[in-house]
């Protein structure tokens, strides 16, 4: 397991006056523990990069837990996800204060870290862009950002992958999937999606990217959608996987 990729990267890149100036005055907080980041730490300190839960899917990305939700149900191929999600544990607070704390940053940085971890197994050889599973008009406005949308660029910066977000959209938001069972989550999301330039994807392997699955009903929803534009394959990238 590659736990230390993005952190040895980060020690390589010499760090300016200004920057640790500026680290002296505002001290950063690690977005897991909330204890001080050495100076060359960005986002998680090294002690809780090292105890993060990952499931090492992307090492066998065909077949896992969180591919074995979508068999059967959309074209899919690959599917991992960077680590394993339990609401309240330490390292959800990465999910919380991506979505609720108007922290738009962290998406950014998890999506780059996975994105060179996903990389060292291949995961992103022939796909050709990525789709951040999109949220409603009324949630993204109330939010300010789409959290998928900010994973997704850090996936970019990293694999050089191009972004399409107008090829599906999302009609409305019902209600939140969090607090509800498998068969309800299914319903709440039927029909939800909209395909609107699926010309752009005819052919393509895409990467839909989401923050968290459990039961991936959310995820079906929109492959079911986007499979109407004909000839595609889809892979799944999430920070989060959460057992049913």
Same mark, same amino acid.
Request: hydrophobic content about 40%.
């Given at each position: 397991?590659?736990?230390? !990729?993005?952190?040895?990267?980060?020690?390589?890149?010499?760090?300016?006056?200004?920057?640790?100036?500026?680290?002296?005055?505002?001290?950063? $907080?690690? $977005?897991?523990?909330?204890?001080?980041?050495?100076?060359?730490?960005?986002?998680?300190?090294?002690?809780?990069?090292?105890? *993060?839960?990952?499931?090492?899917?992307?090492?066998?990305?065909?077949?896992?837990?969180?591919?074995?939700?979508?068999?059967?149900?959309?074209?899919?191929?690959?599917?991992a996800a960077w680590m394993y999600y339990q609401a309240h544990s330490a390292s959800a607070n990465l999910v919380y204060n991506l979505k609720y704390h108007q922290?738009?940053?962290?998406?950014?940085?998890?999506?780059? /870290?996975? $994105?060179? @971890?996903?990389?060292? @197994?291949?995961?992103?050889?022939?796909?050709? *862009?990525?789709?951040?599973?999109?949220?409603?008009?009324?949630?993204?406005?109330?939010?300010?950002?789409? +959290?998928? /949308? /900010?994973?997704? +660029?850090?996936?970019?910066?990293?694999t050089g992958l191009p972004i399409v977000n107008d090829v599906v959209i999302r009609k409305s938001f019902i209600s939140s999937q969090t607090q509800k069972d498998?068969?309800?989550?299914? @319903?709440?999301?039927?029909?939800?999606?909209?395909?609107?330039?699926?010309?752009?994807?005819?052919?393509?392997?895409?990467?839909?990217?989401?923050?968290?699955? !459990? !039961?991936?009903?959310?995820?079906?929803?929109?492959?079911?959608?986007?499979?109407?534009?004909?000839?595609? +394959?889809?892979?799944? $990238?999430?920070?989060?996987?959460?057992?049913?």
């Amino acid at each position: 397991m590659r736990i230390d !990729t993005y952190n040895q990267q980060k020690s390589q890149k010499p760090n300016s006056f200004w920057s640790r100036l500026l680290d002296m005055i505002a001290p950063r $907080a690690c $977005a897991i523990c909330g204890k001080r980041l050495g100076i060359e730490e960005e986002m998680i300190c090294s002690v809780c990069n090292v105890h *993060l839960p990952r499931t090492d899917f992307a090492q066998d990305a065909y077949e896992n837990e969180m591919a074995r939700l979508f068999w059967g149900r959309i074209p899919v191929e690959r599917c991992a996800a960077w680590m394993y999600y339990q609401a309240h544990s330490a390292s959800a607070n990465l999910v919380y204060n991506l979505k609720y704390h108007q922290r738009p940053e962290i998406g950014i940085i998890v999506g780059k /870290m996975m $994105a060179q @971890e996903f990389h060292q @197994e291949y995961f992103f050889d022939d796909i050709d *862009l990525l789709i951040p599973l999109p949220l409603s008009h009324e949630r993204e406005r109330e939010r300010g950002y789409n +959290q998928s /949308m /900010m994973i997704a +660029q850090g996936i970019a910066e990293i694999t050089g992958l191009p972004i399409v977000n107008d090829v599906v959209i999302r009609k409305s938001f019902i209600s939140s999937q969090t607090q509800k069972d498998r068969w309800t989550r299914t @319903e709440n999301v039927e029909g939800v999606f909209e395909l609107v330039n699926g010309d752009k994807i005819q052919g393509k392997h895409i990467l839909l990217i989401d923050d968290v699955v !459990t !039961t991936g009903a959310t995820l079906c929803s929109c492959g079911e959608e986007l499979a109407k534009a004909g000839n595609i +394959q889809i892979s799944i $990238a999430s920070i989060g996987f959460a057992k049913p």
